[in-house]
Nanobody, 116 residues
Framework: QVQLVESGGGLVQAGGSLRLSCAAS????????MGWYRQAPGKQRELVAR???????NYADSVKGRFTISRDNAKNTVYLQMNSLKPEDTAVYYC??????????WGQGTQVTVSS
């Protein structure tokens, strides 16, 4: 019984920046990892970035050096700072969280569109 509310998506020109936020609410005992996935039209969903409870991060090769994932454990919130955006970054971005008790939850998705 956890809800993930995403915000920050929108339309931006190539080279611009966006910051996505995802706040978890509901019956939360302990969050292990949080992450961001994306799915473009006609493509499979792919991992963008993830971060552990202790702050260890990893990124897809396509976004390394451009995106930064962070989290505020007190607020149960994860962020994705996206810089130097490219048209190929256009996709629906989904927030994901894994609880220590073993359950996984997904957000509703937020659209990111990068124009050329």
């Amino acid at each position: 019984q956890v809800q993930l509310v995403e915000s920050g998506g929108g339309l931006v020109q190539a080279g611009g920046s966006l910051r996505l936020s995802c706040a978890a609410s509901g019956t939360i005992f302990s969050i292990n990892t949080m992450g961001w996935y994306r799915q473009a039209p006609g493509k499979q969903r792919e991992l963008v970035a993830r971060i552990t409870r202790g702050g260890v991060t990893n990124y897809a090769d396509s976004v390394k050096g451009r995106f930064t994932i962070s989290r505020d454990n007190a607020k149960n919130t994860v962020y994705l700072q996206m810089n130097s955006l490219k048209p190929e970054d256009t996709a629906v971005y989904y927030c994901n969280t894994n609880l220590v008790i073993g359950k996984t939850y997904w957000g509703q998705g937020t659209q990111v569109t990068v124009s050329s």
